[in-house]
């Protein structure tokens, strides 16, 4: 089942008045069997029933494409970054391009990550050896960085993409409960 839409950059028909088409919410993250797939069209400022309209010829496309439900939320720039907007911060950190495959906020410039600030100290040999193996691997099984193309900054900090943050945190958590997440847009 194909829920990540994003990564398949389906031929869409759209207007101009279209801005952008973004995957955002459970559904873009890796570790996560979602309920439905969460689509935010961010529009040109055109009239609210042109708007309406338009979202729904692109949810009739991308239903063709999902064996499970679509949820479609329709924003112009203005009012996706209003204060009130509680999906703002997931389209913006998590979203991702269903048109360019790429994050949505990278059309401003920005890059987002997540960085983890870890601490081994309080752990037997024991266990900073099987985080050693949960970061970078044992003989031929890949690593979490590896694997999913983390950073090791320095140690106590690794860097990720923040559709993988599920991952690393679950997986760490089993080890150390002494680590902490910083989202950044660089």
Do not use: C
């Not at 924003?75 to 999906?87: C, I, Q, R």
């Not at 900054?153 to 993409?161: M, R, S, T």
């Amino acid at each position: 089942m194909m829920h990540k839409l994003w990564q398949k950059k389906p031929k869409l028909i759209y207007t101009k008045n279209i801005f952008d088409i973004i995957q955002f919410g459970s559904s873009v993250a890796e570790g996560i069997i979602p309920n439905d797939i969460d689509i935010a069209i961010i529009f040109q400022k055109i009239p609210l029933k042109t708007q309406l309209i338009e979202a729904q010829k692109i949810k009739n496309q991308l239903k063709k494409l999902s064996e499970i439900p679509i949820h479609i939320t329709s924003f112009d720039l203005y009012n996706l970054l209003n204060k009130s907007n509680f999906a703002k911060n997931n389209i913006l950190f998590y979203g991702k391009s269903i048109i360019s495959g790429n994050y949505f906020i990278e059309n401003f410039g920005l890059t987002p990550s997540i960085q983890i600030y870890y601490s081994l100290k309080k752990l037997e040999k024991k266990g900073k050896i099987r985080f050693n193996y949960l970061l970078n691997g044992k003989k031929e099984k890949y690593g979490l960085l590896r694997k999913y193309k983390g950073n090791l900054l320095k140690p106590g900090l690794i860097e990720i993409l923040p559709e993988h943050e599920i991952i690393f945190t679950e997986a760490i958590k089993k080890i150390t409960p002494n680590f902490k997440i910083r989202k950044i847009l660089s």
